[in-house]
């Protein structure tokens, strides 16, 4: 299985502090060792690094997450291959547009004898489970929303419809964003955790380094982070519900 | 106007002697300070780097530069901005998916007064007519090849046919590449040189760097470099022939 990271603030946040915990899951501290993955929407540009090496040997890596790109919605992914070879081309997370927008979708899971009905608007590149499933699930937004992208609820809700109908496949824990929203779901494991004032410090699980927030935000600031598993020892993160699309905006969480 | 950078090989090169003349033009002997990217194919899949800075200044352009990433097919580009303000979401090069491969596009140029009619398959992110040129394009090639990816020459021709179709708008220099082939076209300025044995030393124009090629390659090596303007001063650089789709295929050149 593999390791998800995401962010959604209302203020542009860097990400640094907690890479440095999920970085290390990357062949260090944990056994994640094909590949890593992170997307920085920036307005509505993306920017995308990706590397079929273990993230705590990788170079690109070693540079994410000593230059603090702040950004608004950030989806991580760090791999342990089920399905298809390690490779660029199978190296989370993954990229399409839609509706004049880029998406950027990574998966922790494994869909098992998965093989839709892809009418050729988006194909998948590589041999994954998980990037056929994204393929899916934009043909079917863009089937249902030929106009264009629906409000935040009418999308939530068919985000969930489809996840729905995946769910009898296997494990299908994924992170999707399109820069302006964050969409999560849960089959086994994924956790949230929404930082805003008062900030405190946090202390990082997977290595001894510490922040204190207090120090780097204003009050107004709200961060949402989802990780399969916490990435702290001192705060309390929650569970996301199981098998239900939760949407995060502005670092709010929104349960639809 | 922009920059634009293009690598073809049979077998994977690393470009950092090149880029170090190209990004110096990005802000430090050229006028391009309008941000930069770059994309590297391994296999079919693709690494995008982009930055909003010049490159001249960019922390990550410095990475790219000092990390030898080996690559069949490489397209890069150094903007000054004409339509569309200096953001994320306006930097070249841009990146869709047909038929199931990246394809990669990189403008230099202006189309005036160009609305293409966009059916939805492709849609802009940004505000730039380079991103209209290429969703049409794409949208254009999958309408005129509904199965598949055609055979190389049917390719070639269908680019063409787009590009005859397009240049009365404008000025329309631009690489083009899906990870097995670089297409180049030139309208003002595009040069190119094929370097196979017996290689050479070679020394850069924008900065006082030389390399021995003999010393990094075998016999067999061929890699095409496509810029606008020559990066080297002690070897000849060729312009491409003007107003027609040139084809890069194993490092080498097909004008079709």
Request: hydrophobic letters at 40%.
């Amino acid at each position: 299985m593999c390791e998800l990271l995401g962010m959604n603030c209302n203020v542009p946040t860097d990400i640094c502090f907690s890479l440095t915990g999920f970085q290390a899951r990357g062949g260090a501290t944990d056994v994640h060792r094909d590949g890593w993955g992170i997307a920085f929407f920036e307005g509505r540009g993306v920017r995308l690094f990706l590397d079929p090496q273990p993230s705590c040997e990788s170079p690109v890596a070693e540079f994410v997450r000593r230059y603090p790109i702040r950004s608004l919605n950030v989806v991580a992914h760090i791999r342990q291959a089920t399905q298809g070879p390690v490779g660029l081309e199978n190296t989370h997370p993954f990229i399409r547009e839609l509706w004049g927008r880029y998406w950027i979708f990574a998966h922790n899971g494994n869909l098992v004898d998965y093989s839709p009905d892809l009418d050729g608007s988006y194909l998948p590149v590589g041999q994954t489970d998980s990037e056929r499933a994204f393929c899916l699930l934009l043909q079917t937004l863009r089937n249902q929303f030929p106009d264009g992208e629906p409000d935040p609820s009418a999308l939530h809700a068919a985000i969930n419809d489809f996840t729905s109908g995946t769910r009898r496949f296997g494990t299908f824990n994924f992170l999707l964003s399109n820069g302006g929203r964050l969409f999560a779901h849960r089959s086994t494991e994924l956790h949230y955790i929404v930082r805003q004032a008062p900030f405190a410090v946090a202390h990082l699980k997977d290595e001894d380094v510490a922040i204190d927030f207090s120090e780097v935000t204003t009050p107004d600031d709200r961060v949402a982070l989802v990780a399969t598993l916490p990435l702290t020892d001192n705060e309390v993160w929650t569970p996301l519900p199981a098998e239900h699309v939760v949407m995060f905006t502005d670092g709010a969480y929104c349960p639809g």
